[in-house]
């Protein structure tokens, strides 16, 4: 077990762990945040996806040893009320079906938007297909990622 | 912390409190004909409730309804509400929804399957909106001292016009709460409809789309201790011996105890658990055979040719048929088993007290969930409480409770609340599946090309009776046998979205496909053929309505162009599952000599639409995980094992690989039924019958990517 000091959504956190525990289960365990979600546990589903420094990143694979003091923004620090543009667009579109891995999709959306605010069709599907919806809402991740673009910056 | 508003009987009590001395209707969901009931505030406090569930007014004007079925992604949390709402004739954005817990006194099949919650609430929902709404209007014309039938209603408000005055719900909720229930209330024309009809959002997008903990994974509770269960490593194998000590020596483990053929590890987080499961050092011997897909694919062919298969229907005398055809079709078409692979993988939360058994997480059948632990710790089923979480999906793997029993046994045995997760490993190796099932039609035409002859076998491996003798195309053809052989497998099945149909229907309107070119005739033409001989001179009894198949057939030829277009060659597929009627076209294009699907047109009849954002999305979801499953699904296995046990080995359909969806309803104002599953059963055939139009290879098992058929086209 070690001590580790963690920057999550602007706060400071400790979580005393192992070295090898994947973000993911720290965030799920010990801090209570619940919101990135369990899928896979070998980075193939994207549920679990979070910032790092920014990139979108599998935290299920990511040991709590490597992050250091890095900015880790998890889908409850994305916006304090649901009001980031993606998070709107999603909400528009009614993307949602179960909606268990519609966190993972809307932080991959946020870091893609991000570096490429005006996609195209190809980069839009290029860039979120890496996730998996079992439930098939597809079509409107895709429409509401094209509505968030359309979205002033936040 | 409670992730759900519990509302077992303390938190009715607040739900009562909040609705501040107004209206507490409640609604009877066991009896259409059953009268409404008012409670007032008091009676309801003390908990003298002889009703099944409750919608609440408060002073305020916030409506309150129970939504009492389970939440698997199917959207009932919403489309409850809306039913309720329109009769009530209230401001949906004062609704708050609830989920209820399992309640078997006040509620009736809190189920989330069979596409059965919205053909079975229908009535009752509809009759306790309007009921409330017949009291308010009661309650101002005895305050204005007006005829009722002067009063008109909307968005929460009564009104008389002829006085110009107007007053809220909740400013009548309490003199509404003091009249006696009317019987024999009426219900609104489907022309008056204001919310049934229109696109409303999930009623949960909030806290799904800002991270707050709703699902059953996300549940904790303080003191609770994680749980990770080490099931046999194949089905057929048993546990020799078991050695626990490097596990139990491990960081934050706190016990390894074993149930069944089953060793849980019991520790403070779950990495831990996890990790210590990998030190367990388990050996397994023989307890049964130990299957591999070969001996299925054997078993298979030795039962397609056996005598003494079960005769599902008969109709005419098809040996006499097939003697005298001028043409007979035949074919085979085959499909693996398919894991369910919700995004949530199984878990449970359970507290195994003394004094009763606390069970919270993502069930679609509480009532059984709730069943089988009082069977398993030999207590009774009222000593039981089941909360129900969102659920991350289920496709049906949630109606069984052998996840459930897991948290059960492990609580039993540890004497602490424990939260059991599965791994996605556990998940898809963990039983259960859609069974393996490989079919043989044939079809004997006269020298018409007219379809007098067809037979049906179905064998499967714990499939039961794989075929729906009684769905199209019987009624439709005079001379008819429909039989099946169930192969007995220690590898464990169960429902698997649109049992049996998620698979059928491809074989069946693959092969329809096949003897429509065999007959010479438009494959459209030849169905809309078929279902005129089942209306016009039925063979047997007739149990889907001919109508309605044809007009989604015609339905979805109309949109689609069928037969009209150029550059791209279209399949059609039609098919009734779950109460609901599905028509799909699907539509390929030949890119540099290649095969791309490009669009799938869909026509349902689900009779009234509740949301339409909703039901869209329903059919649409429907049809990437149709696709999905019928082009990559494949659960292998060698010796009794899983083959493959997570999303690296098992494919799932990505965003980039769906073809566009367009959507139509059939508008015919009929009683709706659900949609949850309808969409998917039709989709393969009219991707596959497509596929063979652009190339004239025709796929006839799943998955396609496995076909030599389809990698000659690829």
Redesign the interface.
């Known amino acids: 077990?070690a001590l580790y000091k963690l920057q999550i959504n602007g706060r400071s956190y400790q979580a005393d762990?192992?070295p090898d525990?994947?973000l993911l289960?720290v965030l799920?365990?010990?801090l209570?945040?619940?919101?990135?979600?369990?899928?896979?546990?070998?980075a193939?589903?994207g549920?679990c996806t979070v910032h790092i420094n920014g990139e979108a990143t599998r935290s299920c694979v990511m040991p709590v040893s490597a992050i250091g003091t890095s900015k880790v923004v998890?889908?409850?620090g994305?916006?304090a009320?649901?009001t980031h543009p993606v998070?709107q667009a999603?909400?528009e579109v009614?993307v949602?079906?179960?909606?268990?891995?519609?966190?993972g999709q809307?932080m991959t959306a946020a870091a893609f938007l991000k570096k490429n605010p005006k996609p195209n069709n190809d980069e839009i599907?290029?860039a979120?297909?890496?996730?998996?919806?079992?439930?098939?809402?597809?079509?409107?991740?895709?429409e509401a990622v094209k509505v968030a673009s359309t979205k002033p910056a936040k | 912390m409670s992730i759900l508003p519990n509302t077992n009987r303390r938190d009715f009590m607040k739900l009562a409190a909040s609705a501040g001395g107004g209206l507490l209707l409640g609604f009877n969901w066991l009896s259409a004909n059953a009268t409404p009931a008012v409670v007032d505030e008091a009676a309801a406090a003390a908990g003298n409730l002889d009703f099944n569930s409750y919608l609440s007014i408060a002073t305020d004007g916030t409506i309150t309804i129970l939504s009492p079925n389970p939440e698997?992604?199917?959207?009932i949390k919403t489309a409850f509400p809306i039913i309720v709402a329109e009769e009530l004739d209230v401001d949906w954005t004062k609704v708050k929804v609830v989920q209820a817990p399992l309640d078997t006194q006040k509620f009736e099949r809190q189920v989330a399957g069979g596409s059965g919650s919205i053909p079975h609430s229908w009535d009752r929902l509809r009759q306790a909106g309007a009921t409330a709404r017949l009291m308010l209007v009661e309650a101002a014309a005895n305050r204005w001292k007006v005829p009722a039938s002067e009063i008109t209603t909307d968005k929460g408000v009564v009104m008389h016009k002829g006085s110009n005055r107007k007053l809220s719900y909740g400013e009548l909720a309490q003199d509404a709460a003091k009249l006696t229930a009317p019987k024999d209330v009426k219900l609104k024309d489907t022309k008056d409809y204001k919310l049934i009809g229109q696109?409303i959002?999930?009623v949960?997008?909030?806290p799904?789309?800002?991270?707050?903990?709703?699902?059953g994974?996300?549940f904790?509770r303080e003191g609770m201790l994680?749980a990770m269960v080490q099931h046999p490593s194949a089905f057929g194998m048993k546990i020799k011996s078991v050695d626990a000590s490097a596990a139990k020596a491990m960081?934050g483990i706190v016990d390894v105890v074993q149930f069944k053929n089953n060793v849980a590890v019991v520790g403070k987080?779950?990495?831990?658990v996890k990790?210590a499961r990998e030190a367990l050092k388990i050996e397994y011997e023989k307890d049964g055979d130990l299957e591999s897909t070969s001996d299925h694919n054997r078993i298979f062919s030795q039962l397609m040719d056996s005598p003494n298969a079960t005769v599902r229907r008969k109709d005419g005398d098809v040996e006499a048929a097939f003697k005298k055809a001028a043409k007979v079709v035949k074919s085979e078409y085959q499909c693996p088993f398919l894991p369910h692979?919700?995004?949530?993988?199984m878990n449970f939360f359970a507290h195994v007290r003394p004094d009763g058994v606390e069970l919270v997480g993502p069930t679609q059948t509480p009532e059984r969930a709730r069943n089988e632990t009082a069977k398993l710790l030999g207590i009774s089923p009222d000593k039981v409480t089941v909360e129900m979480t969102?659920?991350?999906?289920g496709?049906g793997r949630r109606l069984a409770a052998d996840y459930v029993l897991d948290a059960v046994e492990v609580s039993n045995l540890v004497k602490a609340p424990v939260k059991m997760?599965w791994?996605?490993?556990d998940d898809m190796t963990g039983g259960n599946y859609r069974p393996a099932v490989r079919y043989r039609f044939e079809a004997a035409l006269d020298a018409q090309g007219n379809m007098i002859g067809y037979k049906l076998r179905g064998v499967g491996i714990n499939a039961g009776n794989p075929t729906r003798e009684d769905n199209f195309p019987s009624g439709a053809v005079d001379n008819l046998l429909i039989d099946s052989f169930d192969h007995k497998s220690p590898i464990t099945t169960g429902p698997w979205r649109a049992p049996i149909t998620n698979f059928l229907a491809f074989a069946e309107q693959s092969f329809l496909d096949e003897v429509a070119m065999a007959a010479g005739k438009d494959p459209v033409q030849f169905r809309l053929d078929l279902l005129e001989k089942a209306k016009k001179s039925p063979a047997g009894e007739v149990k889907y309505d001919v109508d309605r198949m044809i007009a989604v057939t015609k339905l979805a030829a109309e949109k689609a162009g069928w037969g009209k277009k150029k550059g791209v060659h279209q399949g059609f597929s039609l098919y009734f599952s779950h109460r609901s009627y599905v028509a799909q076209i699907g539509e390929v294009a030949m890119l540099k000599g290649k095969p791309v699907i490009k669009k799938i047109y869909a026509a349902a009849d689900c009779g009234v639409v509740i949301n339409q954002?909703?039901a869209r999305?329903?059919i649409?979801?429907?049809?990437?995980?149709g696709m999905?499953h019928a082009m990559y699904g494949n659960m292998t296995f060698k010796n009794g094992a899983p083959e493959q046990a997570?999303?690296?080995t098992y494919k799932?359909?990505?965003?980039?690989?769906?073809p566009e969806?367009e959507v139509f309803f059939v508008d015919n104002g009929i009683a709706p039924t659900g949609l949850g599953e309808p969409a998917l059963p039709p989709t393969g055939a009219a991707i596959a019958n497509a596929l063979f139009k652009a190339t004239n290879k025709r796929l006839r098992n799943q998955p396609f990517v496995e076909e030599d058929a389809y990698k000659s086209i690829i």
């Open positions: 077990m762990v192992e525990t994947p289960w799920r365990d010990n209570g945040l619940v919101g990135t979600k369990y899928g896979c546990g070998i193939q589903c549920a998890t889908i409850e994305l916006s009320e649901g998070q999603w909400d009614d949602a079906q179960c909606g268990y891995c519609q966190a809307i599907d290029a979120m297909s890496g996730n998996i919806c079992r439930c098939g809402t597809y079509h409107r991740i895709r | 698997v992604g199917q959207g696109s959002k999930n949960d997008n909030k799904i789309l800002t991270g707050q903990p709703l699902f994974i996300d904790h994680y960081p987080s779950t990495w831990q990790k692979s919700p995004m949530e993988p969102r659920m991350g999906g496709f997760i791994t996605r490993e954002s909703g999305q329903q649409m979801g429907g049809i990437v995980d999905g997570n999303f690296n799932l359909i990505k965003l980039n690989e769906i969806i």
